[in-house]
């Protein structure tokens, strides 16, 4: 007779490992994989237990605008597959639905920093979600800042970025990263290199070297972030939105400097969370593009 599959508990794991069952962090998200390994589900609360495993959404609570994590919730029932888009709408959620979504996951949530009336554009928002059972998850500058899946990581991989260190620090905490080329580019070369689709970058200020070696990056409107190249051995920076109030100042200091987009930066982040999500849960994901054009 065939021995019955035993379930094993977080407890069980824990006790064969010598461990106190409260093992702070650590242990809450072993029995987070102990429980996906048991049971092949995941519900919204364990959704949001595997994002805070490797974004710093705690850390950044009182640093970030953004309200990051779960901004909608939804039904216990499992998750079965994920949207992923960079902004927040009314479009990506209709999206989500038709696409037979659970979860939206976005870099632009819908709350920000204050309280909001429930009505109007907001409302609709959130009825759709609320109606379709689809859960918001918004998470911001955790996933600009994070080494491996964030929008600069990304951005610094396409670029094959060596002896990267911490760049743009906002509010104390460093969201970009600068780095070295493996040889020197053209900006051209670089532009090509962050968007493949050749689209054209919102404003391109060749005012230093022809080729480029060291380059900082800090995706999204983070024009005035360039003041901290001044001076630096940094020979371009790269955000995503332009900024009259800097022009002058970067020509003055020999900068070259590219705004690529704030929504061409910002998709490399979602989309590489979504690969993550794949990769180690096997929960089917969909990006869900909406190009703004800015």
């Excluded at 977080?10 to 069952?21: E, H, I, K, Q």
């Excluded at 589900?41 to 710093?56: A, E, H, K, V, Y």
């Excluded at 379709?132 to 600069?152: E, F, K, R, S």
């Excluded at 480029?212 to 005035?224: C, H, K, L, Q, Y």
Aim: with cysteine; proline share 4%; aromatic share 8%.
């Amino acid at each position: 007779m065939p021995t019955a599959k035993r379930h094993i508990s977080f407890f069980d794991s824990v006790a064969v490992l010598g461990l106190p069952w409260y093992a702070s962090f650590h242990g809450r998200l072993f029995s987070f994989i102990l429980n996906f390994m048991n049971n092949q589900t995941m519900n919204i609360q364990q959704f949001d237990t595997w994002c805070r495993s490797f974004l710093t959404i705690d850390a950044l609570a009182n640093t970030d605008d953004s309200l990051n994590g779960i901004q909608v919730g939804r039904s216990n029932k499992p998750i079965t597959k994920v949207a992923f888009a960079v902004d927040a709408c009314q479009e990506s959620i209709r999206r989500a639905k038709e696409l037979g979504a659970n979860l939206l996951f976005v870099h632009h949530g819908l709350f920000w920093g204050k309280p909001l009336r429930i009505e109007g554009v907001l409302l609709e928002r959130i009825r759709l979600l609320v109606d379709n059972d689809i859960a918001l998850y918004g998470c911001h500058l955790p996933l600009d800042m994070n080494p491996v899946v964030g929008n600069n990581a990304v951005l610094a991989d396409l670029l094959s970025l060596r002896e990267r260190k911490p760049y743009g620090v906002y509010h104390g905490v460093a969201i970009g990263v600068a780095g070295v080329l493996e040889t020197p580019l053209t900006i051209a070369q670089v532009v090509s290199k962050i968007l493949p689709d050749n689209s054209k970058p919102l404003s391109v200020i060749a005012a230093g070297k022809e080729k480029v070696s060291r380059v900082a990056i800090v995706s999204g409107g983070a024009a005035s972030e360039v003041t901290e190249a001044f001076g630096t051995d940094i020979d371009l920076y790269l955000t995503g939105e332009p900024s009259h109030s800097m022009y002058h100042y970067v020509v003055e200091n020999k900068l070259n400097f590219v705004a690529a987009g704030h929504y061409a930066t910002e998709v490399w982040g979602v989309r590489a969370v979504a690969r993550k999500l794949t990769a180690e849960t096997g929960i089917e994901t969909v990006f869900i593009d909406l190009p703004t054009g800015l």
